[in-house]
């Protein structure tokens, strides 16, 4: 019996009525994972756009079902999404290659945690996101490609999630505010949010600034969850010490003031503990199993912020029982060579 093929059908179906003009160019897989291969995608198809600037859209087939249905849900198509990756298009007649291997190595993230992307999801890469190029862009954040949309196929419901490929410092301010609504605001600028690997940092656009600054004001932050490399927790006779790397003050103390200072809760892991800070009417620190918990009134907050400046040192806080400790934190480049100490 052949193999069906219908999810691979419906999706090239979309792409061709998107782009009903021309043929697109498909970038396959000789040997994809279901068939003992080393790159979890079937291929990636890549077209010729001029809707906001000429660009190149990458549309991956893989993470849906393309052929039998196998999973036991039958409302959802695999994982749910097939990513979407805009290129600005310079004078070349032939689509850089290396968002194909970008596109592949998400997928492999995908395959090997199970962990799935979706709108508002955002993701450090750890280095620029093509490798060989002079770039801001360091890290990529998800929203549902506006063009594309989401649609049912035979196989379950699935999303076109578009990657978006941003700058620290923007990663940073989307992280403190709501990334929807952050890139809804880059449009405003970027059309369809196109990745321009030359460009600037948006934080250094003026209007831009003001209005992650309005918009985190007005919503405080949508992301209640933060990783960090360096943090401890001691609590002893119901006085704790909190310890973090002095890196943690680029971005903590608005984190901080935009969920426990709209009334939300803030989770924090790292490599050696779990710990949180939630809003309350009296200050204190217990532990719930292996999770410490911070509750920070609004003059704990106010000087807990205060304190988390990009330097090293301990400070005991007047309006809890804590004492904050900051450590060094070396800042290395792609290549892990050392940029910055924060002593």
Known sequence: MSEKTE????????????????????????????????DPLDGVEIWKSEKGMPHWHYVTYGFTELYDKESDDPQVSGYGFELTFRLKRGNEEEPPVWPVNLLQNLARYVFSSGNVFGSGHHLDCNGPVALEED?????????????????????????FLQAAAITRDELDAMVCWNVDKALKEMEKYIPLCITVLDRPSLMENPAFHKAWETGVEADGSS?????????????????????????????L??????????????????????????????????????????????????????LLQPHAGSWQLTSMPLTLRLEPTEILDSEGKVTEVLY
């Open 7 to 38: 999810g691979f059908d419906t999706i090239a179906d979309v792409m061709k009525k998107q782009y009903p003009d021309q043929n697109g160019l498909y970038y396959g897989t000789l040997l994809p994972y279901r068939l003992g291969g080393n």
């Open 135 to 159: 770039t801001l862009l360091t890290a990529l954040a998800f929203r549902v490609d506006p063009e594309l949309g989401e649609m049912d196929t035979p196989n379950g419901h699935m999303v």
């Open 223 to 251: 992301t209640g969850f933060l990783y960090v490399e360096k943090g401890e927790v001691r609590l002893e006779d119901g006085r704790g010490t909190l310890t973090l790397g002095a890196i943690c003050t680029k971005n």
């Open 253 to 306: 103390p608005l984190m901080l003031r935009a969920r426990i200072g709209k009334g939300r809760e803030l989770f924090i892991q790292s490599r050696d503990a779990a710990f949180s800070f939630r809003p309350g009417s009296q200050s204190g620190i217990e532990k719930d199993g292996e999770l410490y918990q911070f509750t920070l009134t609004e003059q704990a907050l106010s000087e807990l912020c205060a």
